[in-house]
């Protein structure tokens, strides 16, 4: 028998002014639920999550929480003022049977590597997001609000929630813009679009397809798209139609642009730079051998050589303090390096995005901002542009022009900072963690101007997926001062790394049967091993897909975890499994029809 949910919504509706921001949302919420809920960045997730949490009150419906049972938010905002520690913070989320429970406070505070003494007025973004972490897992609530609790984060950090959350028998439901997250946890979607709750038994992976077999049957259904609606879908729309063309070419343009750079990485200390001069004159960006940095008795960086060239996309990756944005100003030449030297190119044009949103000032409007000579055009990259219609490629309503930044959220003075650094004239564009606050189209957005950009990138990210999507290679730091560059995005570096469980056998197949190298001297075919694998890839994924089915329609079951707490949580891991197994099949036959192409079909 089915356990009844813990959390009710029934025929919820809030709006203002007129509107309704949503209306009719129905939710149940059970132990072990694993919810994401998306949408634009506007479309009222952060005031649902509240609604949920009682924060903010409807206007209609029903919200049911059975007796018992603790609710604990996340806000997107941790508010820390009133308390002299962030212990004192964190034991404020002990529930009355916990009071003296400091024991679980000291442990949890030291997996989030935050001191237990430390003044909640000096704390940084990132330790004030740790903190109220923290303080929502000590409670152990029954359910979990969480509003972009990876914000702000690094990767082991944000590793480590992960772990945390697939282990935790809570239900929750949970806001974030970072997929790989989402992917990994979520096994319902909910789609806030236009005022409306959709709802998808499945986790975010399906999200895309869904939503874009949603928008496409408007279309069709829809003879004439009033102007609302249009503003609305064209976006989307636009997407849909060339989504897949653009992106296997793109896909193609990276695959290229990744072996040209495997190719320079592994070269790299073997043979004196001197010997490419020739080669790569008017190329040449940034030439680093053997740099190194101490701080006292701490190593930042061993000795670390690199060569990166005109159009190579490089991301920097490591923990929150191993040293990324002291690499990133010996590479900039803003700092000098302890030992070893650092060359850059001549002619460089470089724009440069912090994560500090310095440039912004709060008291000026988004148009005085953009056209911040005078007038109504702003010069993008040569080009003069309306300052509206330019407005409008970064998702602005053209009625919030005389807004001023001060009244803009988090996401939205992040899209004006990155409007405003790409329209000036570059070729070399370093983005220091860019996608803090930004929700999943713009996210899409910034990835296609990357992805038509014809410069140079060096970007500081912990957006694991965003890190696939748009760069050749990652200069990862690995502890203690090492470094090393690894051809490829995040993935390809923790495929690559040392001492890691081998992946899946499919995988190592597609590495080794699908160079990704153009082959040498004479022209050749594909292996034996690899035409079966094309002749026997639809029903592979045939098979797949169809275990996942029934694998998902099992884990529907709400009665499945009462009865079976094993059989269910080997469910999901065999789940985990086929998905595994499919992303890695759908590469290994990219990587294959890439080489048939390569070999002239």
Request: charged share 30%.
């Amino acid at each position: 028998m089915a356990l009844p949910p813990l959390l009710t919504l029934r025929d919820i509706r809030l709006g203002f002014g007129g509107h309704p921001l949503f209306q009719g949302v129905e939710l149940a919420v059970g132990k072990g639920d694993r919810v994401c809920l998306v949408g634009r960045n506007g479309s009222g997730k952060s005031t649902l999550l509240k609604v949920i949490a009682g924060m903010v009150d409807a206007e209609s419906g029903e919200i049911f929480v059975q007796p018992g049972t603790r609710i604990a938010y996340l806000p997107q905002e941790p508010d820390l003022s009133g308390f002299a520690t962030a212990h004192d913070y964190v034991a404020a989320g002990l529930g009355p049977e916990q009071l003296h429970d400091y024991h679980t406070v000291d442990i949890i505070l030291d997996d989030l590597q935050v001191r237990p003494d430390a003044d909640p007025a000096a704390m940084s973004g990132g330790e004030k997001r740790r903190a109220a972490i923290a303080r929502l897992l000590v409670s152990q609530p029954d359910v979990m609000l969480m509003d972009e609790p990876t914000n702000h984060l690094d990767l082991p950090t944000i590793q480590w929630l992960e772990e945390y959350l697939s282990n935790t028998r809570s239900g929750f439901i949970l806001i974030s813009h970072d997929r790989a997250f989402l992917n990994r946890l979520t096994r319902t979607t909910l789609w806030l679009d236009r005022g409306v709750v959709r709802r998808l038994e499945a986790g975010f992976k399906e999200f895309e397809g869904w939503s874009q077999g949603i928008l496409e049957q408007e279309a069709v259904e829809t003879a004439k798209f009033d102007k609302f609606l249009e503003q609305e879908v064209t976006w989307s729309k636009k997407g849909i139609e060339a989504r897949r063309t653009r992106n296997m070419g793109r896909m193609r343009r990276l695959q290229e642009l990744r072996s040209e750079r495997a190719q320079m990485i592994a070269r790299t200390g073997l043979v004196k730079m001197e010997s490419d001069s020739g080669q790569t004159s008017g190329k040449l960006v940034i030439e680093a051998e053997g740099i190194a940095k101490t701080y006292g008795d701490r190593v930042i960086l061993a000795p670390f050589s690199t060569r990166i060239l005109r159009g190579d996309r490089v991301g920097i990756i490591g923990p929150n303090g191993a040293g990324k944005s002291t690499l990133l100003r010996m590479l900039m030449g803003q700092e000098a390096p302890d030992s070893g030297t650092v060359k850059l190119g001549t002619n460089l044009t470089t724009v440069y995005l912090d994560q500090s949103r310095s440039a912004l000032d709060p008291a000026k409007t988004i148009w005085d901002t953009l056209a911040d000579t005078g007038g109504d055009s702003i010069n993008v990259r040569g080009h003069l542009r309306h300052v509206v219609g330019y407005m409008r490629d970064f998702l602005f309503d053209e009625r919030q022009a005389r807004s001023p930044v001060g009244s803009l959220s988090g996401g939205e003075r992040n899209r004006l900072l990155l409007a405003k650094a790409l329209a000036r004239p570059s070729n070399f564009l370093i983005l220091d963690e860019p996608t803090n606050d930004l929700d999943m189209e713009t996210l899409d957005l910034l990835q296609d101007m990357l992805g038509d950009y014809d410069g140079t990138l060096l970007l500081v990210s912990h957006d694991r997926d965003f890190l696939d999507r748009v760069v050749t290679s990652s200069i990862v730091f690995e502890g203690d001062g090492v470094v090393r560059e690894y051809p490829g995005g995040y993935s390809d570096y923790e495929i690559q790394r040392p001492k890691v469980q081998a992946p899946a056998k499919v995988k190592d197949e597609a590495k080794a049967e699908a160079p990704k190298e153009k082959p040498k001297g004479k022209s050749v075919k594909l292996s034996y091993k690899q035409q079966r694998f094309l002749d026997e890839f639809p029903k592979l994924m045939e098979r797949l897909e169809k275990e996942s089915a029934a694998l998902e329609k099992k884990l529907a079951d709400d009665g499945f975890y009462a009865r079976d707490p094993q059989g269910f949580a080997k469910a999901v891991e065999g789940l985990e499994a086929l998905k595994a197994e499919q992303a890695a099949a759908e590469e290994q036959w990219l990587d294959i029809e890439m080489l048939k192409e390569e070999l002239g079909g």
